[in-house]
């Protein structure tokens, strides 16, 4: 069997800086692992809706989680910026599986690394539909070279 390697910064083609809250911090001191789902979350959406036009008000179209993982190495801890790092593993049709690292400040190594599935659907029916031109178009930028 072979050992995963961490990912690095120079993966990721996207970078948001997210700052703990008081609040993420658990009894133990440290980041809750739940609101590592939450940097997920949000370093998906605030990319597509600044780069693939994403209306998450009255949008027709909206993506909707089917899977979602994450490998903890190391933790966070308020106050402290995370800095989630965002690349694209597989662009389909109507489906995006993201990958994400979370990296402390100046960190090469990720802290965390997780990936992210959406499923695009029609949102009145909640039926899958391919994903829309302008958010494709997005996506595709994320995809490694």
């Keep these: 069997m072979t050992e995963k390697t961490t990912a690095t910064r120079a993966d990721y083609r996207h970078f948001l800086a997210i700052p703990t809250r008081w609040m993420d911090n658990d009894i133990y001191g440290h980041v809750n692992n739940v609101v590592y789902y939450s940097y997920f ?4 959406n605030e990319y597509l809706i600044r780069e693939g036009g994403l209306d998450i008000q009255d949008g027709a179209v909206v993506g909707v989680c089917a899977e979602s993982h994450c490998e903890f190495r190391d933790s966070f801890t ?9 690349r694209v593993g597989h662009l389909g049709r109507r489906s995006v599986r993201y990958e994400i690292g979370l990296f402390k400040q ?7 690394e997780g990936h992210f599935v ?6 009145a029916a909640m039926t899958p539909v391919a994903i829309p ?9 994320l995809v490694p070279a």
């Design 78 to 86: 308020f106050p402290e910026t995370v800095e989630a790092g965002l």
């Design 106 to 112: 100046g960190a090469e190594a990720a802290a965390a």
């Design 133 to 141: 031109e302008a958010i494709h178009a997005a996506l595709g930028r």
């Design 41 to 44: 979350d949000t370093v998906i």
């Design 118 to 123: 959406h499923v695009f659907v029609e949102r």
